[in-house]
Structure formats: C-alpha cells, structure tokens
C-alpha cells in the first residue's frame, strides 16, 4: 500500500480532496473520470473491490440520517403517486432495457435511480444484483448528467407553469434522482417547495429496502437460495436505532455527514473505473435509457399533480 500511495500520488489525493465538503457528487465522478482518462489510477489493486465495500458502509450510515417517523407520515400522505411511479418507471425501465437491448443489469440500475434517489438507489442496489463497476459507473454518469439539467431545467418549468410551492415540491422530490439535486431545485423554487419535496424524498428512501430485496430476487438467476444484501439489513437497523434511541441524534448525524461523505469518495473510485473506450463500447443507448425513463417520470407525475391527484 506505502508504494501504491507513492506511485499514484495523485489518485490518493484525489480521494482525500472528496472528502471535503466542497466536492460535490457529480465533480468526484468528473474527477475520478479524468484520472483514469490520464492513466493515473492505480492498475495493480482492485478499486472495484475498495469501492463496493465503501459503498455499503456508506449506504449504512446513511440510515441513521433518515427520521423514521417523518418519512413513514410522509409516505401515507403521497403513497399513491410515490408507489405509482415507482411501478411504472422499473416496469418501462425494463421494457426499454429489453428494447434497446442494453444490458440487463445497467438497464436496471438506471431504472432503480430514477425510480427513487438517483445514485443511493444504484449504489443499494449495485451490490444486491452483482454488478461490475463498469455497470455501475455507466448508470451513475447517466444519472447525474440529467440531475444536473434539472437543477436549470425544474425552476424553469416550474414559472412557466405557474406551479404552487408545494406542486413544485411534490414534482421535484418526485421527478428528480439525487436528494442533492432535489434540495437545490425546490430551494431555487421556494422556502415551501424546500420543506415539500425534502419530506417527500425522504419517503422515497426508505423503498431502496424493498427494492434491493427485489432486486436481489430479481437476478439471483439459477440459484435456488435468495442472497440477503447484509447491508440493506444493517440500514434497516440504523433507522431504527436513530429512531428508538434519539437521545444520541447528534452522533447520528455525525454518522450521517460522513457517510455522505464516504459516498461521494466511492463516487470518485466508481468515476476512476470509467474509461473512454468503455463510453464508446457502451454507446449512446444508456443515457437514452435515462432519458426515456425521466420523461416518463417526470411528464407522467407533473400530469398527475396539475390534474390534483397529490
């Protein structure tokens, strides 16, 4: 490891610099990105491997941020339209996969981001089906280039439809992949779009358990024994904790912050697994898969909102 750390110094730096607060998600990707594309990852460790265990640690700790109570009241208030679009988006996730003939596996994790928190879900799920990082990189860089347009994109649509701070909060928490996105929207929006769709995303999260058991099922392929994601069970019982014993919510949401994060260093390893000519291999088909599976989504629940059913 003391070579590894002198050979490749710019990559460990890398890593330390995400840790930082002012590295966001989609900017670790684009700079783990940028070093594989200048040969300075290391080739001799298995990153994949470094990765996937970060990622379900950070999944974990990420439970103790969620307020049970809160997101399980918001859940009863917008369950319809949250468990319809849910449904509705791995339902075309999977008919579009099929006809676009993308991999299996992309095609769901993509659909699974877009279905409920953008790259938490992808990162929950990746694991429990048994991708490779070559799928998982290629579902997450899809799903953060629209993350990033709806941060200009929502506000937008929004005015010109003249949209209430709580249709748009609802919209947004709805239609938008990444909490972090979904915050910065509906904070351009308003102080209430903010509170609406915080609350309501909040919700989402907790479906990537059922999600992950799903899928899980899903693509066990011949094997007759289901195997339990551990971590998923582990993020249950951090929810619960954080709930049942609240006394300690400041060590909570110490966890919380760094699980954040922790996930955000993944997202720079997953960006350093992402190549030029695997783009190229992969072809245009994922992020049309994306796209596709967003316009769904987000046309399907803005109709829903404006025709008054959330």
């Known amino acids: 490891m003391k070579q590894q750390l002198t050979r490749y110094p710019l990559f460990w730096l890398g890593a330390c610099i995400c840790l930082m607060p002012f590295i966001n998600s989609p900017v670790a990707l684009i700079l783990g990105f940028s070093?594989?594309?200048?040969?300075?990852?290391?080739?001799?460790?298995?990153?994949?491997?470094?990765?996937?265990?970060?990622?379900?640690?950070?999944?974990?700790?990420?439970?103790?941020?969620?307020?049970?109570?809160?997101?399980?009241?918001?859940?009863?208030?917008?369950?319809?339209?949250?468990?319809?679009?849910?449904?509705?988006?791995?339902?075309?996730?999977?008919?579009?996969?099929?006809?676009?003939?993308?991999?299996?596996?992309?095609?769901?994790?993509?659909?699974?981001?877009?279905?409920?928190?953008?790259?938490?879900?992808?990162?929950?799920?990746?694991?429990?089906?048994?991708?490779?990082?070559?799928?998982?990189?290629?579902?997450?860089?899809?799903?953060?280039?629209?993350n990033s347009a709806a941060l200009f994109l929502f506000p937008s649509v929004g005015h010109l439809l003249d949209m209430t701070q709580h249709e748009f909060g609802v919209w947004a928490a709805i239609a938008i992949h990444d909490t972090s996105s979904v915050v910065g929207a509906a904070g351009a929006y308003g102080d209430e779009a903010l509170k609406t769709a915080t609350t309501l995303k909040l919700a989402r999260a907790l479906w990537i358990i059922p999600l992950a058991f799903l899928s899980a099922l899903m693509f066990r392929g011949k094997e007759k024994k289901l195997a339990v994601p551990m971590f998923i069970v582990f993020y249950g019982m951090a929810m619960l904790t954080a709930h049942w014993l609240p006394q300690f919510s400041e060590l909570y949401q110490g966890i919380f912050a760094l699980s954040k994060r922790v996930l955000v260093v993944c997202l720079f390893m997953i960006g350093a697994g992402i190549t030029v000519q695997k783009l190229r291999a992969a072809g245009f088909k994922p992020l049309l898969l994306g796209v596709l599976l967003w316009l769904v989504i987000g046309l399907g629940s803005l109709l829903a909102i404006l025709l008054g059913a959330a």
Do not use: E, Y
């Open 35 to 146: 070093l594989a594309t200048l040969g300075l990852v290391p080739a001799d460790i298995s990153v994949a491997a470094i990765t996937k265990k970060l990622l379900s640690t950070a999944i974990i700790g990420l439970g103790f941020g969620i307020q049970l109570d809160v997101a399980i009241a918001a859940s009863k208030a917008g369950l319809g339209l949250i468990v319809a679009s849910i449904v509705v988006t791995l339902a075309m996730g999977w008919l579009l996969t099929r006809w676009l003939k993308i991999d299996s596996k992309t095609g769901h994790l993509i659909a699974s981001g877009t279905a409920i928190c953008g790259g938490s879900a992808i990162a929950a799920v990746s694991p429990a089906i048994g991708a490779n990082s070559h799928q998982t990189s290629l579902a997450l860089a899809t799903v953060f280039i629209l």
